[in-house]
């Protein structure tokens, strides 16, 4: 045997341990591929919980103040006749909204978030922001937030219908009359 059949020989076994190397490497990156797939499953779960959790707290807010309520009920018809202590509560409520809204936004347009749980927050805003008290807030605040924000409520408020999300609610406003939200 000469160092050419030798060399013929090794180049042989050499092939043959790269391609058992790529059948074993072949599994690895199917089980990689899996567990990188499941990892994702699991952050869209873990924002979504989040993000329900949020929300959970913005109603509580409202729910458990009764004065605060009022004061949301009045600052949807109009922010400027709001006192000031109550035109800022309403202003900071509406801050941690939008923040909310934001926050989710980003999330749907980074592909986090499912488009039905985009579409269900959206007909939210869409309610929230056609009242000319949050419309009022916001033209005072929106330098806060990103131009594409910016531009999806704005998007949002041209298209919004009448403000009748809370069309159901009324406010008393003296004894025995009542202003209704609508």
């Given at each position: 045997m000469n160092w050419e059949e030798v060399g013929a020989i090794g180049q042989v076994v050499g092939a043959i341990g790269q391609v058992a190397a790529a059948c074993g490497l072949i599994p690895t990156l199917f089980y990689l591929a899996m567990q990188v797939r499941e990892q994702n499953r699991a952050n869209r779960r873990a924002s979504l919980d989040l993000h329900s959790q949020?929300?959970?707290e913005l109603i509580r807010t409202?729910?458990?103040?009764?004065?605060?309520?009022a004061i949301y009920l009045r600052g949807l018809l109009s922010f400027d006749s709001?006192?000031?202590?109550?035109?800022?509560?309403f202003g900071?409520?509406?801050?941690?909204?939008?923040?909310?809204?934001?926050g989710i936004y980003?999330?749907?347009t980074d592909g986090a978030m499912p488009p039905q749980f985009w579409q269900s927050v959206r007909r939210q805003i869409q309610d929230v922001v056609a009242y000319p008290g949050v419309q009022a807030w916001w033209d005072t605040r929106?330098?806060?937030?990103?131009?594409?924000?910016?531009g999806l409520i704005a998007t949002i408020i041209e298209e919004a219908p009448s403000s009748n999300?809370?069309?159901?609610?009324?406010?008393?406003?003296?004894?025995g009359?009542?202003?209704?939200?609508?």
């Open positions: 949020q929300q959970i409202i729910n458990e103040s009764a004065d605060f309520g709001l006192d000031p202590v109550s035109r800022l509560r900071a409520y509406l801050m941690r909204v939008f923040r909310y809204w934001d980003f999330h749907y929106k330098h806060w937030y990103t131009e594409e924000f910016n999300a809370y069309a159901a609610y009324t406010l008393p406003t003296a004894p009359t009542a202003a209704s939200i609508s």
